[in-house]
Each structure stands twice: as C-alpha cells, then as structure tokens.
C-alpha cells in the first residue's frame, strides 16, 4: 500500500526537477541575463559555455550563485558583473547549475 504513494511521490519530484532544469533559458531571459550573456559568444560579459569551461571540475556553483547575486570583477577581464540581488535563491540556484552544464 505504501509502494503506490512512495512510487508517486518520486514521480512528482522527478517531473519537478525536470521542470526546472527545462526552465533554465527561460529563467535566463526573464532576468536578463541575455542582455549580457550568450550561449556561445562574448556579449558584454563571457559566453555561457566560457563559464562552464571556465569551471569545469570545479566546485564552483556556490562561488557563482554569490558572484551572480552581488556582482563581481576579474574573472573574464575588466568589465564588473552587475549585481542581481531580485533573483530568488532557488531559481539562481537552477541558473547557475544550468550555466555549469553546458
């Protein structure tokens, strides 16, 4: 009896999951991270794929979530990043993860 809402359960939260990993170009539009950003090209800031080669095997998503979340300079050359403080921590948290990936 218990083996149905266990199996439901796990269901819900892969779906959940895949929602959100899906999300991730969307939430990259919503808070404009696109007017800086591109998947594979500089803009004003580092394409995507130059992060995620950046800090391939790395622990890096900690790092990148604050560096997202107040700004930072260095990294990628002279231009600051802008703080984005309006990005809740759960949908930064999916970003960062997403920008890691590719």
């Known amino acids: 009896m218990k083996t149905p809402l266990l199996t439901a359960m796990l269901l819900s939260a892969g779906?959940?999951?895949a929602t959100?990993?899906?999300?991730?170009?969307?939430?990259?539009k919503k808070y404009n991270c696109l007017a800086c950003h591109s998947m594979?090209?500089?803009?004003?800031?580092?394409?995507f794929k130059d992060i995620a080669s950046k800090y391939k095997g790395q622990n890096a998503q900690a790092k990148l979530e604050e560096k997202v979340?107040?700004?930072?300079?260095?990294?990628?050359?002279p231009v600051p990043?802008?703080?984005n403080p309006q990005v809740?921590?759960?949908?930064?948290?999916?970003?960062?993860?997403?920008?890691?990936?590719?």
């Open 69 to 77: 979340k107040k700004g930072g300079a260095g990294s990628f050359g």
């Open 88 to 102: 809740p921590d759960a949908d930064l948290k999916v970003l960062v993860k997403w920008v890691l990936s590719q």
């Open 15 to 17: 779906l959940l999951l």
């Open 20 to 28: 959100t990993a899906q999300a991730s170009p969307e939430l990259a």
């Open 40 to 47: 594979d090209k500089k803009v004003v800031g580092p394409s």
């Open 81 to 83: 990043m802008s703080p």
